[in-house]
């Protein structure tokens, strides 16, 4: 099974600051990554696929790059409603696998 | 607009089965693969299951596979996951997840997810 692990585990920024979290896969899955966002109680939601393709309707401020084994999500300029925790997942091969999530806060 | 929507939840003892659906609309059901994934309390995501379009082809995860069974019922545009020999660490919200390609493989992907249903496996 690929193994995704990201860091930090938690963050904590402000409004306005630029984050970047970064995902880290056991072998290389080319570009097959992708961002999920959840908020608490809620269900996750897509933000990002293939490494760096935004999904429809998420604001441009979110952007993702990398291959191979190193992905980074970054959040240019924070605002309010971002804070929350942010799920990598792999889409290389089954089983389907996530990162064990990155919890971002306000400062 | 898309919808999915859980429902079965609830306290089973250890042992004990439970079968959870997840009703679709708002797309054309047939044509598209569906997953579970489950959340365990305070936990990250697990994916679960995956059926193709047709349920000609089903995945599982190694912490399900023998005990749970995905199937679906396109006619009713219904998902489903029938849950034997439930465990402790079985507790968790599990979610309906669609799948955003059509009509052959899948895109190991989640675009739409249901609003979760919550399994407690206690005595």
């Known amino acids: 099974d690929i193994q995704l692990t990201q860091s930090p585990s938690f963050l904590s920024a402000s409004v306005g600051d630029r984050v970047t979290i970064t995902c880290r896969a056991s072998?290389?899955?080319?570009?097959?990554l992708a961002w999920y966002q959840q908020k608490p109680g809620k269900a996750p939601k897509l933000l990002i696929y293939a490494a760096s393709t935004l999904q429809s309707g998420v604001p441009s401020r979110f952007s993702g790059s990398g291959s191979g084994t190193e992905f980074t999500l970054t959040i240019s300029s924070l605002q309010p409603e971002d804070f929350a925790t942010y799920y990598c997942?792999?889409?290389?091969?089954?089983?389907?696998?996530f990162g064990q999530g990155t919890r971002l806060e306000i400062k | 607009q898309v919808q999915l929507v859980e429902s079965g939840g609830g306290v089973v003892q250890p042992g004990g089965s439970l079968r959870l659906s997840c009703a679709a609309s708002g797309f054309t059901f047939s044509s598209y693969g569906m997953h579970w994934v489950r959340q365990a309390p305070g936990k990250g995501l697990e994916w679960v299951a995956f059926i193709r379009y047709d349920g000609s082809n089903k995945y599982y995860a190694d912490s399900v596979k023998g005990r749970f069974t995905i199937s679906r019922d396109n006619s009713k545009n219904t998902l489903y996951l029938q849950m034997n020999s439930l465990r402790a660490e079985d507790t968790a919200v599990y979610y309906c997840?669609?799948?955003?390609?059509?009509?052959?493989?899948?895109?190991?992907?989640?675009?739409?997810w249901g609003q979760g249903t919550l399994v407690t496996v206690s005595s």
């Open positions: 997840a669609k799948d955003p390609c059509s009509s052959g493989g899948s895109c190991y992907l989640f675009d739409y």
């Open positions: 072998q290389g899955i080319s570009s097959y």
């Open positions: 997942q792999q889409l290389n091969s089954y089983p389907i696998t």
